[in-house]
């Protein structure tokens, strides 16, 4: 009896464990960790703009501190054509704050913080017999024209389509709501319709169509509208890109102001040497009337709502460290020109950058930049805002891991005389960069 209980047993378990792989997830983790050493004669351990937020004087003190940042990725793949994406994320300054909770703290003694950040959470999955794939929930999303409109994490659903040489994008995303409001009654939204063709495989254009509404902070529903034309060209041995956008309709939180501005756009790269060479140039319009009741010619950008005037908006293609927002900054996103709206609202932006990345050896590389910017339009006495200089140099340790050195200096313009003799921002960072 013993003996045909425990084969009965045997051939359940056996059973269960054939069963098993049918519903099983394909599980993958990815992230990254870097850490920072900096000295520089800004940094607070916050973001936004430098000069707004009054850290430059005529003695700037130097500071030094180390920042790191984590990010976790875990994806929950039930096939290929489903699977959940969630990302996490990290942050603290060595000595900040323990035994707490809250954003980028507990790196002091005794750790032991609540931190954690939620970056995305969204489903991502293929409609069956379709070319149609779709995700839904908090997801990155930057727009088609390098991210000088918004770059950011954001609640919607985006719907795209592959067929015939065609990309197509239809998306909504609420960005955020009116507090102690009811929900969904004040909100700022944002709809997109993306179109990407590809003439050949060296040849694609793209078109776009983006609305803002705003209804939100007082606003009685604006409507901002966007129009704009891309394109990324192989024209061997040089890659160009460039685009165009044309906002119109109302300013946001201005409804009794019309809107008429305009960004434009240029990279180009191509290999030089050992290396390659790059080159970048934006324009964003800019308007010296601030007032509600006027026609308004500033390019509109999407500002984080969180009262320290950070942007959810970037040009990462210039590669600047002080001048724009820098791809690698964690805590400390600090710049000049903190939005593509302008130094001060509603100036506009005109800039122009180049560098050249070498491959000295198989594990040793470095970059040099220089970059020129300016206010479009602007009441000040003048609109240069200088110039900046920056390089890095790095060492592959391990083929996901590299150190790094990185140093920049801005040489600033005529355009800050008003507000003092400034001294001139610099900052040098030790890097350590793991991804997997």
Known sequence: MKKKLLAVTAACALSAATAV????????????????????????GKGGPIIKAGLLSEDSKTRSYV??????????KANDDLKLVTHFEIDSRWGDASYTDGRNKGGAIGADTTNLETKNVYLDFNIPSTAINAKVGIQPWTDSYGGIFVNADMAGALVSAKYAG?????????FDEERDSLPGKATR????????????KDAKVGASYYMLNTDYKGDDNTYTHMVGLNGEFNLAPVTLGAFGMYQFGQTPFSDNSDLSAFAAGVTAKGKLGIGTLRFAALYTSGDRNTGDNEDSNAFQIIDADSGNGSSESNFYAAEMQIMLRNKYNANSDRSIVQSLNGARANEGFVGGFVGYDANFTPKVYGSVNAGFGAAANTNQAENYLGTEVNAEIGYKLFDNMTASVQGAYMFLGD????????????????????AF
Not at 25 to 44: A, P, Q, S, T, W
Not at 67 to 76: C, D, G, N, P
Request: aromatic content about 18%; cysteine-free; overall charge negative.
């Open 21 to 44: 792989p049918a519903l099983a997830l394909e599980n993958e983790f990815h992230g990254m960790f870097r850490v920072f050493g900096i000295v520089n004669n800004f940094g607070d």
């Open 415 to 434: 355009y800050f005389d008003e507000a003092g003799d400034l001294d001139d921002p610099y900052q040098t960072r030790i890097m350590l960069n793991y």
């Open 67 to 76: 920042e790191q940042r984590a990010r976790l990725m875990y994806i929950a």
């Open 189 to 200: 939204d944002l709809l997109v319709l993306d179109s990407k063709y590809a003439l050949s």
């Open 166 to 174: 065609f990309t197509n994008s239809l998306g909504w995303f609420r």
